[in-house]
């Protein structure tokens, strides 16, 4: 369903938006993707592919002004403060991912925007969720701002569909694993750092148990989830902006074990900081039959195929002396 035309990616300087804008850019056309940021200066590589203009989403004139300056009609709004910056700035995170998201949903419904796409999390659930195979329904009582933004959010977005006709759709996202831009302060992170460290020093300090298990997915298969629910066919869709995707679940100690396998001298030490709660209150794996059932959802990469493709990635810049 290509009837998206022009397209604005908030939090386009962010790990998933940085690779996502870029993914559009290939699909739709380099001058049809504005890609939008806060303050964080964007890549070369983003800046030369397409337009670039900084935005506040928090300030609704800023957003209003872009959109009809490029003429957008369908946007992706990946702008969020994540679950542990959120910590630290509880008052920051509610403002930038509910105001934020009231404000583009306001303009949406407002203007007819033809879609409007934004994330949720594995961070919406709680410790009382069952925590493995996690339904598509269950309970969510997350104990982080952030989590408690993203159930906020899922139901924002669900309201704008059923009330307004707006077509809103999101995916809880697990944690994501990516070679290109260092994710922004989120739990998982630690999934991403592993493999820069085991390269640059052959050693690693992570800050959770060896023991955890969390729900992950490599960003081709984010790219992908993202851009395949976007041009799924709405009379298809029973959910809107909640659908649980999987792809991969693994504890650190598993982490580490499958990339010893190509560095073997990798040594990994575990500390465990205020971020081990955090994941202690997150599903272990997801049950995804309804993305699978309403827009096909299919992931491409396993741990170990990830790894490969991660090591030989950054090896490769290591080498370059690029990492």
Not at 14 to 37: K, P
Not at 46 to 74: C, H, M, W
Not at 85 to 109: M, T
Not at 256 to 282: C, G, M
């Given at each position: 369903?290509?009837?998206m035309k022009r ?311 290591h080498a370059e002396?690029?990492?």
């Amino acid at each position: 369903m290509g009837d998206m035309k022009r397209i604005m990616v908030t939090g386009a300087v962010g790990q998933i938006g940085s690779e996502l804008t870029l993914a559009l850019r290939e699909r739709y056309g380099a001058e049809q993707v504005l890609a939008t940021g806060h303050r964080t200066q964007p890549s070369e590589k983003l800046l030369q592919s397409g337009p670039f203009e900084f935005v506040d989403v928090t300030k609704r004139n800023t957003v209003e002004a872009l959109l009809d300056r490029y003429n957008i009609d369908t946007i992706f709004h990946l702008s969020a403060i994540l679950s542990a910056i959120g910590e630290k700035d509880p008052q920051l995170c509610w403002d930038v991912n509910i105001n934020g998201l009231h404000n583009i949903l306001e303009i949406a419904r407002e203007r007819k925007l033809l879609r409007v796409f934004c994330p949720s999390s594995i961070a919406a659930f709680g410790p009382e969720t069952p925590q493995d195979n996690t339904p598509q329904e269950t309970i969510m009582l997350p104990k982080t701002m952030y989590g408690v933004t993203k159930v906020a959010g899922e139901l924002l977005c669900n309201y704008y569909v059923r009330k307004y006709g707006l077509d809103v759709r999101g995916v809880r996202y697990p944690g994501i694993i990516s070679n290109e831009t260092l994710p922004g302060g989120g739990t998982t992170d630690y999934a991403v750092a592993i493999y820069y460290d085991a390269i640059k020093y052959g050693k690693y300090t992570c800050f959770v148990r060896e023991d955890t298990v969390l729900p992950m997915m490599y960003m081709p298969d984010c790219i992908k989830a993202t851009i395949d629910l976007m041009e799924a066919d709405f009379s298809r869709l029973l959910h809107h902006a909640d659908f649980n995707v999987a792809a991969m679940s693994f504890s650190a100690g598993e982490l580490a074990a499958e990339i010893k396998k190509h560095i073997p001298n990798l040594t990994v030490t575990y500390e465990p900081d205020f971020r081990q709660a955090i994941a202690d209150s997150w599903p272990r794996s997801l049950d995804d039959s309804a993305a699978r059932e309403e827009w096909d959802w299919q992931p491409a990469y396993d741990l170990a195929a990830m790894t490969v493709d991660m090591l030989d990635t950054l090896g490769k810049r290591h080498a370059e002396g690029k990492l």
